[in-house]
Each structure stands twice: as C-alpha cells, then as structure tokens.
C-alpha cells in the first residue's frame, strides 16, 4: 500500500512540474512572439483593416492570452492589433501568429524541451535492456 502511495505521489509531482514547465516556457514563448510582431520583423504578414469595420472580441481566453493588446473580430476570422495609425489597425491573424511565429521563432526551444524530457526515458529504457541483457 505504501509504494502505491508512494508512486502516485511521485507521478502526481512529475505531472504537476511538468505542466507547469509547459505553461511557463508557452508564455515565454507567446510573449517574444508578440515582441517580434511588435517590431514590424513579419510585415508582409501585417493586414490593414479600418477602425470601424472591425469589433472587439468579448473571447475571454484570447483576452487573457493576449492580456493587455487589443484582439478583433471580422468576417469570422480573429485579428491581433499591431498597430494603429490614423483611422486604420494594422493587425495580424491569430493563425499567421501561431504558425509562422511561435513556431518559427521557437522551434529550437521546443526541441531543447522536448530531448529533455525524452532523453531521461531513453536512458532509463537503455538502462533496463542492460541489466536483462546480463
């Protein structure tokens, strides 16, 4: 009963630490994408949309992942504000970020992270194989 106790606690832990791991280095990662964009780096990738054809949207998740910028809806499609300039946004699909910049700018780190947490599992499977093999 103690090593199930005992198991469940370790497993628990590592879940927590490792989600935890993930939230940090997803907001990290989400942030210097937005620092890019906000450096004009994916200007081709930029849309001019008029002040008053667009509205705010009330997506409370987008609103907490985006925090203090301002997020907009038109035709079905969710827009980031870059900028603003006179009566126009210059905005940037919520699709172009994730695809083009947090993977492209972060792909390194996303590999980093990931042979961390594989490479432990390889070891340990390496190690087990070993002791059976004698």
Same mark, same amino acid.
């Given at each position: 009963?103690?090593?199930?106790?005992?198991? #469940?606690?370790?497993?628990? #832990?590592?879940?927590? #630490?490792?989600?935890?791991?993930?939230?940090?280095?997803?907001?990290?990662?989400?942030?210097?994408?937005?620092?890019? !964009?906000?450096?004009?780096?994916?200007?081709?990738?930029?849309?001019?949309?008029?002040?008053?054809?667009?509205?705010?949207?009330?997506?409370? !998740?987008?609103?907490?992942?985006?925090?203090?910028?301002?997020?907009?809806?038109?035709?079905?499609?969710?827009?980031?504000?870059?900028?603003?300039?006179?009566?126009?946004?210059?905005?940037?699909?919520?699709?172009?970020?994730?695809?083009?910049?947090?993977?492209?700018?972060?792909?390194?780190?996303?590999?980093?992270?990931?042979? !961390? #947490?594989?490479?432990?599992?390889?070891?340990?499977?390496?190690?087990?194989?070993?002791?059976?093999?004698?």
């Amino acid at each position: 009963m103690k090593d199930k106790k005992n198991l #469940f606690f370790k497993l628990s #832990f590592i879940i927590f #630490f490792s989600m935890l791991l993930i939230y940090i280095v997803f907001i990290l990662s989400f942030s210097q994408a937005i620092s890019v !964009l906000h450096q004009d780096l994916f200007s081709s990738s930029l849309e001019q949309i008029k002040i008053e054809d667009a509205k705010e949207t009330n997506n409370t !998740l987008l609103s907490v992942l985006f925090l203090n910028n301002l997020v907009l809806d038109k035709n079905d499609n969710t827009y980031f504000v870059i900028k603003v300039e006179n009566s126009r946004y210059f905005v940037m699909s919520i699709k172009n970020i994730l695809s083009k910049i947090i993977l492209l700018i972060n792909l390194p780190l996303l590999l980093l992270i990931s042979s !961390l #947490f594989l490479l432990p599992i390889y070891f340990n499977f390496k190690k087990k194989n070993s002791t059976i093999k004698l």
